[in-house]
């Protein structure tokens, strides 16, 4: 039985400026992907003051460095961040491999992964450490971004290496201003974006042009957004007249013990109070864990649905 050869990551030959946060490849300057997502898709922080961008920036930066260092040195601060950070790890099986990995195409883009586990001896996951406060839906979709690129490129610099899981992990543990503390120790794993779609993205740039992103909502679905809310608010009004309509006669036809009125084109049927009993299947398997239930199992095809919420 053939045995998968243990892969060991490849160094990439740019040269990264902590302090500047630019990379360098013979002489020239390669883009990063922070920016270039910035570039695409304008996520900005404009509307955010300069003071609490650079308190946010110092805390991150100090918890990036307390990671790695317990990470690679094994120096533990007791600081409450770090403390969950190694509850995540143990609870998800993470096996550091990489702290700020630097990675690059070898010709116009490069980023630093900042934390790289090893799975087996050929598949990595790869995990993006964010330390704000709020993770919103434009955040997450930008890591998800952020991590699919850092997918290609990895494998890319690594040819034979595999990239499992791409995640998050949220860590914070700052006072707020009424003296308790905004604490969030989370793991938030994100669906990979396609290496093809993410090679586009990355030539398209290349070519001072705007990529178009799939999997932003078309045109003609987001010019209906004012019609569904409409709807939906006109069915929940009109399912709220209805239920008070029929609590009303419900109660009429309580009182006069009467079980049917019918109209020429509607008829109206209480039903009486009863109890329905019904089968605690999965308290059961587990009481049962040695018994085959797949006999008495019956698989159903469910069709597919939309949820709407606003």
């Known amino acids: 039985m053939a045995t998968t050869k243990r892969i060991e990551l490849k160094e990439s030959n740019v040269i990264f400026d902590e302090e500047a946060h630019t990379y360098q490849l013979n002489g020239r300057f390669l883009s990063g992907i922070t920016s270039l997502l910035d570039r695409q898709f304008g996520y900005s922080y404009d509307s955010v003051p300069k003071d609490v961008l ?6 991150g930066t100090m918890l990036h460095k307390e990671l790695e260092a317990f990470d690679s040195l094994w120096e533990n601060t007791g600081s409450q961040e770090l403390a969950d950070y190694i509850e995540i790890c143990k609870n998800n099986g993470l096996k550091h491999s990489a702290s700020e990995y630097l990675i690059s195409d070898g010709e116009n883009y490069a980023s630093m992964i900042d934390k790289v586990y090893r799975q087996s001896d050929d598949t990595f996951d790869l995990c993006d450490v964010k330390s704000y406060g709020v993770m919103t839906p434009e955040k997450q979709a930008k890591a998800r971004w952020q991590l699919s690129i850092y997918a290609y490129l990895f494998e890319l610099q690594n040819k034979k290496a595999k990239v ?7 860590l914070r543990n700052k006072m707020k201003k009424d003296g308790t503390f905004d604490h969030i120790n989370d793991i938030i794993f994100v669906d990979r974006i396609p290496s093809e779609i993410c090679k586009d993205l990355l030539e398209t740039d290349l070519r001072g042009e705007q990529f178009k992103d ?3 909502i078309p045109d003609d679905i987001s010019s209906q957004e004012a019609e569904i809310r409409e709807l939906m608010e ?5 399912e709220e007249r209805l239920a008070t309509i029929k609590a009303n006669i419900l109660s009429k ?7 049917t009125w019918a109209t020429n084109t509607m008829r109206l ?3 009486l109070p009863s109890t329905r009993a019904s089968f605690n299947s999965s308290l ?18 469910v069709a597919g649905s939309l949820m709407i919420t606003v």
Do not use: W
Request: aromatic residues 12%; charged residues 35%; proline residues 6%.
């Open 54 to 59: 650079e308190e946010a920036r110092i805390y």
């Open 234 to 238: 006109t069915k929940t009004s009109v």
């Open 253 to 259: 036809m309580e009182s006069l013990d009467i079980r």
């Open 269 to 271: 049927t209480r039903k």
């Open 214 to 216: 799939p999997f932003e």
């Open 284 to 301: 059961f398997k587990a009481d049962h864990p040695d018994m085959d239930f797949s006999p008495y199992e019956k698989i159903s095809q």
């Open 164 to 170: 499992g899981r791409l995640f998050i992990i949220h």
